[in-house]
């Protein structure tokens, strides 16, 4: 335990001079350790300390935005490249020139950064709500010579705070109950005659994470998860969580509270962020998907890696560079993913059949002939090998590919001849099969792998609905929260367990200045 100003302005001669031989023994034990600790901190310097050298995401190093940008370019104008169209399309608009004059000179309301002002006046709260509990917060232990202190040791109150909260009931009495508990924070008196104080208190600042997590705070644990429940799950605006809270449950916070709770709460599960990476790199089976994400009107992207066990969203780049990062050296397991090239570096690769499915049809209603015809055998051996796999699935494992060896080579000749054809289309599917050759037809190989990407897709169809109503994210932060906040949901949900305890959890523990448990293991 270090030693605070408080503790250290009541150690002086006469204090000492009047303590027992063991008490002195102690204190002198607290002092010397103290004071190595403090030396040691001053001599740290950035090649010696663990301290994270910055708050770039793990799969941003090194991927600076000029970089990223041009990396972009240089893979859609590469040799057939698919171009992304279900969600893209909105993103991909030149950016307009600036014709305001105006706005160069004073600060125009869309270069206002959102939020409170700098200098502008606060807001206190204004609700009275009944206080239904009180909670005196003592120190147990003497900071100067070590005595247990016990409950009837002297305490006075130096300061305290109210926290709002909701408890969850129990099969007895579900529901929720609202709580307004006034917590009390002082000085515990020794027989040795010193004070010590016990603050509120909050987590080591790690990263540059603009709300820090403390229990200094209005809102207790479990309203928090609360709000994040209500924002990212329910999808709910900030002016309709406010609604709800004050109708529902007679609470009254401002929104700019509430967007603190879900950047606290995200600055909480920051460390959790580890573990979903690991867990991501060690699936044996992984689908991969990406749709378009505005941040701050920037054109970027909504990932999502899942597995049976894990999902993790980011918002980024859609660069290689991301994707190498993300997915290390350790990654050994099938990437089933679209046809987007950063994918193709991984050898174990499968490719949805679902994409290349609609592709063929949308040829078969083509009004060029032949285009219609390659639409049809593409379609038809597709249909085939599909029908193969179920049963391969349900009988002894065989090799399908050898199975369907002079179907494939047909299929392949086929594809040979569209490879130059004039209808784009066409042109492109045929390009895609022969690129992606082996990724398609991997899973003959292996039938029990899945035939589409369907799992990568569910999971981004919920966050595609939030981008809708909300208009993406306003800052980088803002971004890591929902990436972050998002796959805790989503992890917790496949493993059966409640991601709102288990997030109140991590902020209870966080705020104690302790470590965030780890994603619970599945129910
Ligand atoms: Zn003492």
Redesign the pocket.
């Given at each position: 335990m270090r030693l605070t100003d408080h503790d250290l302005r009541q150690i002086d001669e006469a204090y000492l001079e009047g303590l027992s031989p063991e008490?002195l023994r102690e204190v002198s034990k607290r002092l010397c350790q103290d004071l190595k600790e403090a030396r040691e901190r001053l001599n740290q310097t950035p090649e010696n300390s663990s301290r994270p050298p910055s708050t770039r995401a793990p799969w941003a190093a090194a991927a600076n935005e000029t970089e990223a940008e041009e990396h972009e370019e240089k893979q859609a104008a590469a040799e057939g490249a698919e171009p992304k169209q279900d969600l893209g399309a909105e993103d991909e608009s030149p950016k307009e020139p600036k014709v305001k004059g105006e706005a160069e000179a004073k600060p125009s309301d869309s270069q206002r950064k959102p939020g409170k002002q700098p200098g502008a006046p606060g807001h206190g709260r204004t609700q009275h709500l009944p206080v239904t509990g009180e909670l005196v917060h003592r120190a147990e232990q003497?900071s100067?010579?070590g005595?247990v202190l016990d409950e009837d040791a002297p305490f006075v109150a130096c300061t305290g705070h109210y926290v709002l909260d909701i408890e969850w009931g129990d099969e007895a009495a579900p529901g929720i109950r609202v709580t307004h508990v006034k917590h009390l924070y002082g000085d515990t008196g020794?027989?040795?005659g010193?004070q010590t104080r016990r603050l509120p208190q909050r987590a080591e600042k790690d990263v540059q994470w603009s709300v820090e997590i403390s229990e200094w705070h209005l809102v207790g644990p479990g309203l928090m998860a609360l709000i994040v429940c209500l924002a990212l799950r329910m999808r709910l605006s900030r002016a309709r969580i406010r609604e709800l809270l004050g109708t529902w449950l007679g609470i009254t916070l401002a929104t700019g509270t509430l967007n603190q709770c879900v950047h606290e709460a995200a600055h909480a599960v920051l460390p959790v962020e580890a573990q979903l990476i690991d867990e991501v790199n060690r699936a044996e089976l992984l689908h991969g998907d990406e749709t378009s994400w505005k941040e701050a009107g920037k054109g970027l992207w909504l990932w999502v890696f899942t597995s049976t066990a894990v999902t993790f969203y980011l918002i980024g780049y859609r660069t290689r560079q991301l994707l190498d990062n993300l997915l290390g050296e350790a990654f050994a397991g099938w990437l089933m993913s679209d046809g987007y090239q950063a994918y193709r570096a991984y050898r174990k690769r499968l490719r949805c059949w679902a994409h290349l499915v609609r592709k063929a049809r949308g040829l078969e209603e083509s009004l060029v002939k032949s285009s219609q015809r390659f639409g049809k055998q593409t379609l038809e051996l597709l249909h085939a090998l599909m029908q193969a796999v179920y049963e391969a699935r349900e009988g002894p494992g065989e090799d399908l590919k050898a199975k369907h060896q002079r179907q494939l080579d047909a299929f392949r000749g086929c594809c040979e001849r569209y490879r130059d054809a004039e209808h784009e289309k066409t042109r492109q599917l045929a390009r895609e099969f022969l690129n992606d050759w082996e990724a398609i037809f991997a899973v003959l190989s292996h039938p029990q792998l899945p035939l589409t990407n369907n799992q990568a897709e569910c999971a981004l169809r919920h966050w595609v609905i939030l981008r809708k109503l909300c208009f993406g994210t306003r800052t980088e932060q803002g971004s890591r929260a929902l990436g972050l906040l998002a796959s805790v949901i989503d992890t917790c949900h496949q493993r059966r367990v409640s991601p709102w305890t288990y997030l109140a959890e991590v902020i209870r523990r966080r705020r104690q200045g302790g470590d965030a448990p780890p994603l619970p293991a599945a129910a």
């Open positions: 008490a003497c100067a010579c005595q020794c027989g040795c010193h």
